[in-house]
């Protein structure tokens, strides 16, 4: 095993947001395969923004008891279908904006992955599809799961045959390698490398193979991982959508900084576009995650692309 090898994931707790739509449900779904997979808890969170309703003070009182009522009918609905045997769950119900509801639950939680729908109705309704998208990736320190309006819904069993590490070369995309080789190594995937590139980055063909030769070193001791690389000229979320589909990922990764967007674009801006409009579900890992490797091993694997830091 390399000096280098990454540390198994382990996954424990497992959020999924949701406001009781069809939206959130397909999201669910997934949620429930993945606790399976990983033996992991299953937390159920519905957020009432009371903002919204403000111009409605009657409504108030109400959304506690409707809330609760919908929560109800899900579990049972769940429990109809086994959905939820052998699997440990637990229902919350957060007052407040988002930004602070949801970063404190993964923090007081220990939640090891937050997944979420796009396109619900209220509460959660406008996650990710306008200004709510930044704040939930900026105030969770967990990786996030989106099930996209367009993503394909999960079908009978959870099954990965190509699995998408969106990269822009930087330090950051180190702290999503341990998410993309777990997500290989228990799915039997095979891995895509792809790095968009542009008239100004042209010359980062030797950024890209030092980025390999860190990757490999990963991989090596990790039994048949098959990993290609790529380098595609043209816009980063169009060209690595494109080539999703072209290629028939059925996860795209994408290793973001807490404080940086993907590729220097606008705040979030591709990341948000390819969630947005992916047909396959969007892992979005921040770099203050790096943790599950030891620090030294973190600072090695960077020096190994950028030996000038």
Not at 98 to 120: K, P
Not at 188 to 201: E, F, K, Y
Not at 253 to 263: C, I, K, M, N
Not at 281 to 301: F, I
Request: hydrophobic letters at 40%; one cysteine or more.
């Amino acid at each position: 095993m390399s000096e280098l090898a990454h540390e198994s994931l382990v996954i424990r707790n497992i959020a999924i947001a949701t406001d009781f739509s069809p939206w959130s449900d397909r999201a669910t779904q997934h949620a429930l395969f993945v606790a399976h997979r990983f033996g992991a808890v299953l937390h159920f969170v519905h957020a009432v923004r009371r903002s919204e309703f403000s111009v409605v003070p009657g409504m108030m009182v109400q959304l506690d008891e409707l809330a609760e009522r919908d929560c109800d009918q899900m579990i049972a609905r769940l429990n109809r279908g086994h959905c939820l045997d052998n699997i440990e769950f637990h229902c919350w119900q957060l007052d407040g904006e988002v930004s602070q509801g949801f970063g404190d639950f993964v923090r007081e939680h220990n939640i090891d992955l937050l997944i979420v729908g796009t396109r619900g109705r209220s509460g959660i309704s406008k996650l990710l599809l306008g200004s709510v998208a930044e704040e939930i990736f900026h105030c969770v320190c967990c990786p996030v799961l989106t099930i996209g309006p367009t993503s394909r819904p999960a079908a009978t069993q959870l099954k990965l045959n190509r699995v998408l590490f969106a990269t822009d070369l930087s330090a950051e995309s180190f702290s999503a390698i341990s998410y993309v080789l777990t997500a290989a190594k228990t799915w039997q995937a095979a891995i895509d490398v792809l790095h968009v590139c542009s008239p100004a980055t042209s010359k980062r063909q030797g950024s890209m193979e030092r980025f390999s030769r860190t990757m490999d070193s990963f991989t090596r001791g990790e039994g048949d991982v098959a990993v290609r690389y790529h380098m595609h000229p043209g816009t980063p979320s169009a060209t690595v959508l494109n080539f999703a589909r072209q290629n028939n990922e059925d996860l795209i990764v994408l290793g973001l900084d807490r404080h940086r967007s993907l590729y220097s674009g606008p705040s979030l801006s591709h990341a948000y576009e390819i969630v947005r409009q992916s047909k396959c579900p969007v892992l979005s890992v921040r770099s203050q995650r790096a943790s599950v490797w030891s620090r030294a091993r973190y600072v090695a694997a960077r020096h190994a692309v950028y030996p000038s830091d």
